[in-house]
């Protein structure tokens, strides 16, 4: 079961596109327990206090309503990729200063990592956040599976 | 034109990468040649070779850690942090032209 594919770090266990947060903290920490609870994450305070390390160094929200906070933490057990849409939007320093409703939350090991395959797939989601046609498709996406169509096909 | 240059991030795990795509994307659009190496956490990627530094007009350095520049030495370089890519692409890419050209 736990296989590694190309595919695997798409997780819908860890995708919740329906999520009812008012502010970053309450999607951080939704996105993280949804990692806790799938084995990605051992200690979720540890791996917020991580993730808002890297937070303090430079803004995460791309602009475009989506936001990729992210950081290596020892907290992390496996490299995982929690996504999450709000349903309303929320405030987060963001390059075009506008609020985010898509959340990408990046959960990658802090050690010299012999993982790469994963942090490659990783690499390959952020090069498609690049590029304006996915944006439009993650934006437009209604369920898990056009959501992955969009970021993984 | 032909540019080359490198992205590089403090983690090394989503801009470097996503840098990398908005640039490239808007060097294309804007009718120039670009090859972008990316210094992230997987180590470099796509790494520009001595022909490649040898043919470029310009070095676009978008990084926010340090990256060895020695390599490009005689060459002109812009340095930038890696926010204004993320911001502005197409900007940079005008602000690149501009310089050249009054360089000549």
């Known amino acids: 079961m736990n296989e590694v594919t190309v595919k695997s770090v798409f997780d819908p266990k860890i995708v ?59 907290a992390v057990v496996k490299t995982g990729l929690a996504i999450g849409k709000t349903n309303q939007m929320i405030p987060w320093e963001s390059y075009d200063e506008k609020p985010v409703n898509i959340i990408f939350l990046f959960a990658v090991a802090d050690k010299k ?13 952020a ?26 096909l | 034109m032909k540019i080359i240059g490198i992205t590089a991030c403090v983690a090394g795990i989503a801009h470097t990468y996503i840098a990398k795509e908005k640039i490239e994307k808007a060097a294309i659009s804007m009718g120039d040649e670009i090859k972008i190496e990316t210094q992230g956490s997987i180590g470099p990627e796509n790494v520009l070779t001595a022909e490649d530094i040898k043919k ?28 204004l890519v993320m911001k502005s692409p197409k900007g940079v890419i005008k602000k690149i032209h501009e310089k050249m050209e009054t360089a000549l």
């Open chain 1, 16 to 74: 919740d596109l329906n999520i009812n947060a008012k502010t970053k903290d309450e999607v951080i920490k939704h996105l993280a327990e949804l990692l806790v609870k799938e084995g990605y994450v051992t200690d979720i305070n540890a791996y917020t206090e991580d993730i808002y390390h890297r937070e303090s160094q430079g803004i995460t929200g791309m602009g475009d309503n989506i936001a990729i906070p992210h950081g290596k933490s020892s």
């Open chain 1, 113 to 125: 990592s012999d993982d790469k395959t994963h942090l490659r797939l990783l690499a390959d989601v």
């Open chain 1, 127 to 152: 090069t498609r956040l690049g590029n304006e046609e996915t944006l439009k498709q993650v934006k437009q996406a209604k369920d898990v599976m056009e959501l992955h169509r969009a970021l993984f």
């Open chain 2, 56 to 83: 470029a007009d310009v070095v676009l350095l978008a990084t926010d850690i340090g990256v060895d520049k020695s390599r490009f030495k005689g060459k002109k370089v812009v340095a930038i942090p890696i926010s």
